[in-house]
């Protein structure tokens, strides 16, 4: 089954839980944009409170605790025989993590609204303010469901098979930090921007232009793959990619942000 889903295939869905995921970095917070007009029967999904712990050593977004976990997907009616789709508003950055982590979760139905909610209106799919109640649902946290690295994983990744930094490639050379307290990338990583992934609508490209760039870029099977970020939300996108072509990955949650919370880890610019 693909991870992605059209609006009109979410549209003849009978019933599915739709999570409204729409964040940015450094905000607005995106339950102003839900409140504004959101997929009918969606519900809004924190990634900063639903889909992360607390920042700290162990990063800016750290998997939560399978419990809370738990609990907030019971919340946000997601149960276990039920499809998931989740949405943000284009380009899937935020969507790919809330997919990411119900997949790692256990989850086995989690689909993606490919181009998000401009895909949906540019369909002609009605918009709506209404919040219903949310029936609670009955999903159970199983940990382990997608692979993931440590920072010890990642540097030994970035030495034996292919580790791609998901970020925009200035903050990879090093000459921009605007978010951690240090510049530059893991050495060895490979520059590989989520940017690529998707057509200028924010669709993602066809599983042939993604696989040849990944192929591009090293990552062909046989060969170990993984991704990291800043904080481990836009990797999680280049690992939906990464999987639309074909190629599994694991994803290094803490990213960036853990690896410089230790000072003695090796930090590299430059191309």
């Not at 003849?12 to 940015?24: F, N, P, T």
């Not at 998931?84 to 086995?108: I, N």
Request: charged share 20%; with cysteine; hydrophobic share 40%.
């Amino acid at each position: 089954m693909s991870p992605l889903i059209t609006p009109e295939e979410l549209a003849a869905i009978g019933d599915a839980a739709i999570l409204d995921v729409r964040w940015r970095l450094g905000g607005p917070p995106g339950v102003e944009a839900y409140r504004e007009g959101h997929i009918p029967g969606a519900v809004f999904c924190d990634l900063n409170a639903d889909l992360a712990a607390p920042p700290g050593p162990a990063g800016r977004h750290p998997l939560p605790a399978p419990e809370a976990f738990q609990e907030a997907m019971r919340r946000l009616g997601v149960s276990e025989g039920r499809p998931v789709v989740v949405y943000d508003e284009a380009d899937s950055t935020a969507a790919a993590r809330a997919w990411w982590t119900l997949r790692y979760f256990g989850h086995g139905d989690v689909r993606v609204l490919d181009g998000g909610l401009r895909a949906w209106t540019r369909a002609g799919l009605p918009v709506t303010k209404e919040e219903g109640p949310v029936p609670p649902g009955d999903f159970t946290a199983r940990p382990g469901g997608m692979p993931v690295m440590d920072a010890d994983q990642a540097a030994a990744l970035a030495a034996d098979g292919v580790l791609l930094d998901a970020r925009a490639a200035e903050r990879y050379r090093g000459e921009v930090e605007p978010v951690d307290p240090v510049a530059g990338h893991i050495p060895g990583a490979v520059s590989a921007p989520t940017t690529g992934n998707v057509e200028p609508g924010g669709r993602f490209h066809n599983r042939e232009f993604l696989r040849e760039r990944f192929n591009s870029l090293g990552a062909v099977e046989g060969v170990p793959v993984g991704a990291y970020c800043g904080s481990g939300v836009t990797a999680a996108h280049e690992v939906l990619a990464l999987e639309i072509a074909g190629l599994p990955a694991a994803l290094y949650v803490g990213s960036w942000s853990n690896w410089v919370a230790d000072p003695a880890r090796p930090v590299a610019t430059g191309s």
